[in-house]
């Protein structure tokens, strides 16, 4: 069996700056509808933007092996990249062009191990409240049976975007 990955991405700094120029749900909206390419993180890990609305986030991945770890499954990491990512994006749904944000915190907890018999896995972010200069969010990682594998909160600043 090939165990090898080979793939590429697009600038980040150029996405970044379409970011800056869109409101939230836009820009993800275009980056779910493959308008956008999608960000280094996503290319390298497999995930992909599924839904969006407002305050709100849901990703899919599907865990192979080449997200291992060294004790024969899905590394935490991946389930807490995920999280950051859907926690993060739904706050981002919510800001105006001009606006960033960045994570502050997150608490995860793994309920569930993930590896390549796991099959497609979702990850649902939903705003849990937002202010004016931080928002609160929660993430969970789920199967296709809809059990819960991980779940997270996380704090966001928010910010103008430089």
Known sequence: MDRSREYSWSDPIALAEVARG??????MRALMLGELPPPPIA??????????????????????????????????????TMLDTVTGCAVHTTLPAGTGYTSMDLAVKYLRPLSADTGPVRAIGTIINRGRRTALAQGELRDAADRLLAHATSTCMIFPAD
């Not at 869109?22 to 820009?27: A, E, K, T, V």
């Open 22 to 27: 869109r409101s939230g749900l836009d820009f």
């Open 43 to 80: 290319v390298t890990l497999g995930f992909e933007v599924a839904e969006v609305g407002e305050g709100r986030a849901v990703f899919t991945i599907t865990p192979g092996e080449h997200l291992y770890n060294p004790i024969g499954m899905v590394h935490g990491g991946v389930a807490a």
